[in-house]
């Protein structure tokens, strides 16, 4: 209330500044025998009263606060103590104002739910009983700490224990799941070494047409596309293995990972499609030269036997059909030895 009042009388003196400056002076009843009577305040003292009187209440009210969570303080330490000492009574059953190992064991049980470790309260009595007979009321708060990290190390043990199992599981996962992309991996560098080993002979095969006659590009040609089909076989089957891998459950922490390796073992399925196609290309374009050859040399043979045949009869003097009687006796067609 006396904090409203100052900050009122603030906000009067601010609001209504210019109107209590523009004022008249107020006279002041003086006469010769109170000659030194006070002159009424002006504006400016006004305002410092009022703010004077403004931080004393502040500071008052803080003063206040302060003593008031004082005491509230001290009268929830005092319920504290008046709980943990109804505790202690409750436990204590033979009462003897201590707490035994047997009664801090059942203390715990009882409010905690937690079974302290015998090697924790080896600790805890060590630490606390010495060479008495058990906790007093006065160290109970002692034995609540105590005890508070035992519990806190038990849960610690827990979750190592859970942490541990779980890396141990996911390690085996991720084992299995390796086990499977190296079965892939194998199909891949199968397929990859006769898809190598393909090209190598594809390139080869301008420089060496040159130099073989028609059939011989024919039976390599045949070869060839032999070798382009189990190629492609290898790969297709290598590249279904790619695309079926992952599609089982896998573990949420390894799905990046198996995604990764999806990613990679994929490209290298396309990388061998492409060099498969690559070679089919070129033994199509190989094939093409086949045909030209073939035309070519039917071709030359075709004049050299018209040159043979012209000498033949020129030679022997007969008419066309005569030879061909000579050559297929009384048969109408010539067998391909005999051409």
């Known amino acids: ?6 900050k009122e009388a603030l906000d ?3 609001e209504k500044g210019s109107e209590i400056k523009a004022a008249p002076p107020v006279a002041s009843k003086k006469d010769n025998k109170d000659k030194d009577a006070e002159a009424p305040p002006n504006l400016q003292q006004l305002s410092a009263k009022a703010g004077a009187t403004k931080n004393s209440i502040a500071k008052d009210l803080k003063m206040v606060k302060t003593l008031q969570t004082k005491l509230l303080s001290k009268a929830v330490a005092s319920e504290v103590m008046k709980k943990m000492k109804g505790v202690f009574t409750k436990y204590d059953k033979n009462k003897d104002g201590l707490l035994d190992r047997k009664e801090i064991v059942a203390w ?14 080896d600790l805890i009595t060590k630490a606390i009983v010495g060479e008495g007979k058990g906790v007093k009321a006065d ?36 084992k299995k799941v390796q086990a499977v992309i190296d079965e892939i991996g194998t199909a891949l560098k199968a397929a990859s070494t006769d898809v190598t080993e393909l090209n190598n002979q594809t390139r080869a095969l301008p420089k060496d047409s040159k130099d073989m006659k028609s059939q011989a ?34 573990e949420k922490a ?37 045909t030209k050859k ?39 067609t010539i067998s391909k030895d005999a051409f």
Request: glycine share 4%.
């Open 139 to 174: 160290d109970f708060h002692r034995l609540i700490c105590a005890v508070g990290v035992a519990r806190e190390r038990s849960k610690d043990q827990e979750r190592k224990a859970e942490r541990e199992q779980g890396e141990a599981e996911l390690a085996e996962a991720k």
């Open 254 to 290: 390894l799905e990046k990972w198996v995604k990764a390796e999806k990613n990679r073992m994929s490209n290298s399925a396309k990388s061998l499609d492409a060099q498969i196609s690559k070679a089919k290309t070129a033994v199509s374009t190989f094939k093409d030269q086949v």
């Open 1 to 6: 209330a006396f904090s409203e009042k100052a």
């Open 108 to 121: 715990a049980k009882g409010e905690y739910n937690f079974t302290v470790p015998e090697d924790s309260l």
């Open 12 to 14: 009067f003196i601010k």
């Open 217 to 250: 590009m024919v039976a390599r040609a045949e070869e060839l596309e032999a070798s382009v089909k189990a190629a492609a076989e290898k790969a297709k089957a290598a590249a279904e293995q790619v695309e079926n891998f992952g599609s089982d459950d896998v």
């Open 294 to 332: 073939d035309a070519a040399e039917v071709k030359a043979l075709g004049a050299k036997s018209m040159k043979r045949l012209r000498a033949a009869l020129a030679e022997k003097k007969v008419e066309p059909l005569e030879l061909f009687r000579e050559v297929v006796g009384s048969k109408e």
